[in-house]
């Protein structure tokens, strides 16, 4: 367990694509459930998608059929991904990953240290 590491954010011109890389310490069986938030100046973190253990995705509707969030297990690291097409403005924020561990009766979360996304007309 522990924070994750993001990768791939940058600046992209509206209408492009991106894709963001995570990578987050444990089993597929550790890690209940995975996923991407954002957060804009001024505003509060949102949730854009996750992927839970066995495999069920959610997306926020502003990015549903736009963005898709999948994964990679290799030993001992869960990789997460999340590929960005069709990019507005206002998808123009820091975005982070989450890992959400098993962890006793409960559950821990860790997050990332944020990747920038920056989209201009």
């Known amino acids: 367990q522990g924070q994750p590491v993001e990768s791939g954010g940058g600046l992209v011109q509206a209408g492009g694509s991106l894709r963001l890389s995570c990578a987050a310490s444990g089993s597929i069986f550790s890690i209940n459930t995975m996923g991407w938030y954002r957060q804009a100046p001024g505003k509060e973190r949102e949730l854009v998608a996750t992927?839970?253990?066995?495999?069920?995705?959610?997306?926020a509707d502003s990015v549903k059929d736009r963005f898709t969030i999948s994964r990679d297990v290799a030993k001992n690291t869960v990789y997460l991904y999340l590929q960005m097409n069709n990019l507005k403005r206002d998808d123009t924020a820091v975005y982070y990953c989450s890992a959400r561990y098993v962890s006793g009766n409960g559950f821990t979360r860790y997050w990332g240290q944020g990747t920038q996304v920056t989209v201009f007309t």
């Open positions: 992927i839970t253990s066995g495999g069920t995705t959610n997306y």
